[in-house]
């Protein structure tokens, strides 16, 4: 099986301040951010599983249009996340890349992807999307995120 992305749909940076990173991306040309969070406390988010387990998650976010490529800005404002994690591992820049998939169903896209990187790292429901993480750095260099939209 081969999956066809359209495009480079968004590029995630994990930073230590949401605010100073804003900043720096409007003044390379970013729209404007939308700031929310991530949050099981908030209640902005469903069930997330970290490495298979249920957790909790505490982050600020936020997004941006960038030449037709969304910039999204992830700040952990706990010491339990995957950004968190890796803050320590690798300081701030480049966390994941998320392709535009949108006409492959999610648990077809999940299982291609299973197939060649292993268990998601992180997955879930957010506030809109249904999500998961897969540590594609030996082959690509970075975490791929795969996305659509919340189920009903």
């Not at 969070?37 to 988010?45: A, D, I, K, N, P």
């Not at 006409?103 to 997955?123: C, H, S, T, V, W």
Request: overall charge negative; some cysteine.
């Amino acid at each position: 099986m081969k999956i066809a992305a359209k495009r480079l749909k968004q590029v995630g940076m994990v930073v230590t301040d949401i605010d100073r990173a804003i900043e720096h991306w409007s003044g390379l040309g970013a729209g404007e951010f939308r700031k929310f969070f991530l949050s099981s406390s908030r209640g902005t988010c469903g069930p997330v599983f970290k490495n298979g387990q249920p957790h909790q998650i505490e982050s600020s976010m936020a997004v941006a249009d960038f030449n037709g490529v969304q910039i999204e800005l992830m700040q952990p404002l706990d010491d339990q996340s995957i950004y968190y994690d890796f803050l320590q591992e690798c300081g701030e820049g480049l966390h994941h890349l998320c392709f535009d998939t949108d006409d492959i169903p999610f648990d077809e896209l999940n299982a291609y992807m299973k197939d060649r990187y292993g268990d998601p790292i992180f997955n879930g429901i957010g506030a809109l999307t249904q999500f998961a993480y897969y540590d594609c750095r030996k082959k690509m260099g970075s975490f791929v995120e795969i996305v659509t939209k919340k189920p009903e």
